[in-house]
């Protein structure tokens, strides 16, 4: 074997825990698609209907819910990474292909992480604790099974634009920095304060935040361009900017119990330690802000089992700060003398002891398994196999809960919500097939009197013919 390549030889020991990591996550994300127990059932169903109308027919467009604008900046954000997901969803459409892509994505920056640390803790056994904090990170698996919420794809990026920009690596931080832009619009101030974590004195930090300044205005003067003409739904970060602004001092919107419950799990079990390196935490800290001022109940959850998706730059910022921490420790250790050594081996001993400990109690919690190969859920939602036995072509309305199930449609409703935004005054004439909860009596009234004929049913569901 050439010096060569038995010198790169060791990236196969990332490779091998991100797929480890990937099959533990995706198995019990299948479960909740297919078991339709996601965060938001809705919520992933209108990605999916945007992806494979994408996909199939060029277009941005969803009939699944209420409001929204047919464009890709639907919901007002600006993700660059949308067509590209997009194509990769065309290639098998499926919610399950769907969250592997967001989990897959996530899983690869075990790269970073143990590029990192080998540079900044030890190029021999450093890798192992990179690897160590970012995978065996409780939180990094709950964002990952947040069904699919491109903002969760800047983890890695963010994390390997920050490897890059203390290594002094130009091209490989424009490329990851890019890739953290592309992930939303709320990004790109982010990538600019990357410049600051570059080792040195502030006259050699100076080039790097010239350099991450003109990713990040590049990017930003684009998407400012392309979405030149769009008009019809608010930008969710520009809105809460605009209120924050006329409203000084801001509001804060959580309290103490979300602290115990939800924020300190982010510095748990030794990541506390990220705040040794205030200039790499630092960008965060913006996410944060715009987290602890969001309305309570806007989408912007302090439960675990809720929407935290918006806490994901936090992690991947995080993360690299724990690991430059553990790294400045190690250096720092250089004047204890003989005690060094069984100091760091005490130090790591308790970092892997205190990390497995409180990774086994989330591995419960979460109910994850650990897998190297993909596994089919022994457990399906029977309403999928109702709805695969009708017509593609079929326009077909069922209730929020139930959307995912007829996501890959050109013309697929929820009769609680979109049906009478998209097709106004049509009602039940709209649709070959209704979905129809058992316990909507109302609408199952509508349906009886308008001679729907039942075809097919769950325990929970009736789905009726209404052509």
Known sequence: MKPAVRAKIHWLIPLLAA??????????????????????????????????????????????????????????????????????????????????????????????????????????????????????????????????????????????????????RTLGFALFGLAACMCREEIVPMVFLIGLVHPGSWRQRIPWLVRAGLIAGVYAAL??????????YDNPMMSHSGDMVLQWPPVWTRTIQDWENFYSGFVRPVHFLAFLSPLTILP???????????????????????????????????????????????????GLGRVRTPALLVGGAACVVT???????????????????LEHPSEVAPEWAIIEAL????AIATDSKMSLVIANRKNAYTYDESLADKRPSEGLSALDFILVRKLDRSWVQLIQDADGKPVAETERYELYDVR
């Open 391 to 394: 017509p593609p072509d079929a």
């Open 19 to 168: 797929w480890l990591w990937f099959c533990t996550v995706a198995n019990r994300s299948a479960e909740h698609v297919l078991g339709l127990d996601n965060v938001e059932n809705y919520g992933l169903a209108v990605f999916c209907q945007l992806f494979w109308m994408w996909s199939e027919f060029g277009e941005w467009a969803q009939t699944i819910h209420f409001g929204y604008v047919d464009s890709w900046m639907w919901s007002g954000h600006r993700v660059g990474w949308l067509p590209f997901v997009g194509w990769l969803y065309g290639l098998d459409p499926d919610p399950v292909w769907l969250t592997r892509i967001q989990i897959g994505i996530v899983s690869l920056g075990a790269l970073p992480a143990w590029g990192m640390a080998r540079d900044e803790i030890n190029s021999r056994w450093g890798g192992y604790i990179g690897l160590l904090l970012y995978l065996g990170f409780p939180p990094l698996a709950v964002l990952a099974l947040q069904d699919y919420q491109d903002l969760v794809l800047c983890i890695p990026f963010l994390l390997g634009a920050i490897w890059q920009c203390r290594a002094g």
């Open 223 to 232: 998407i400012t361009w392309l979405g030149r003409d769009f008009s019809g």
């Open 284 to 334: 965060g800290f913006g996410a944060l802000f715009f987290h602890l001022t969001a309305p309570a109940h806007g989408g912007v959850d302090t439960s675990w089992t809720g929407h935290i998706h918006h806490m994901a730059p936090i992690v991947g910022f995080v993360i690299a700060a724990t690991i430059e921490s553990i790294g400045r420790i190690v250096r720092w250790s250089g």
């Open 355 to 373: 990390t497995f400990m409180l990774a086994s109690f989330w591995a419960n919690y979460l109910d994850l398994k650990a897998a190297w190969k």
